[in-house]
């Protein structure tokens, strides 16, 4: 695909948990299905690698769930839509609000979304 600026992470949660995501507090997290929508301008592909690695800082919302035990990555979607747009486009419902979208203008309220059950 040329020039990607958007994607979304595929996460599968095996079984219910309850996550600290850094200063929004802690949550649970049903187990199955969810998708989180980012972006990088430059450097997608160094992202989603970084989003990947067990080894990382917890700079992220994401991150704080990705390493949480039970929890991994499935699938990874690029895309040249804007990511606000992507992820409204998405299904699933916003179960963390303001998840990974402290810089989102559009309203999306959160950028991961609960899909459902395996």
């Known amino acids: 695909m040329n020039n990607p600026t958007s994607y979304?992470?595929?996460?599968?949660?095996?079984?219910?948990?309850?996550?600290?995501?850094?200063r929004l507090g802690s949550f649970e997290f049903a187990a199955g299905r969810y998708v989180y929508t980012g972006s990088a301008k430059r450097g997608i592909e160094a992202r989603i690698a970084r989003h990947l690695r067990s080894e990382k800082a917890m700079r992220w919302h994401i991150d704080y769930l990705l390493a949480m035990p039970g929890v991994k990555v499935t699938g990874v979607l690029r895309s040249r839509r804007d990511e606000c747009r992507l992820n409204q486009a998405s299904a699933g419902s916003a179960v963390v609000p303001g998840f990974g979208a402290s810089d989102c203008k559009a309203g999306c309220g959160a950028h991961l979304k609960y899909v459902g059950r395996r």
């Open 8 to 22: 979304q992470l595929q996460i599968d949660v095996s079984r219910r948990l309850r996550c600290v995501v850094g």
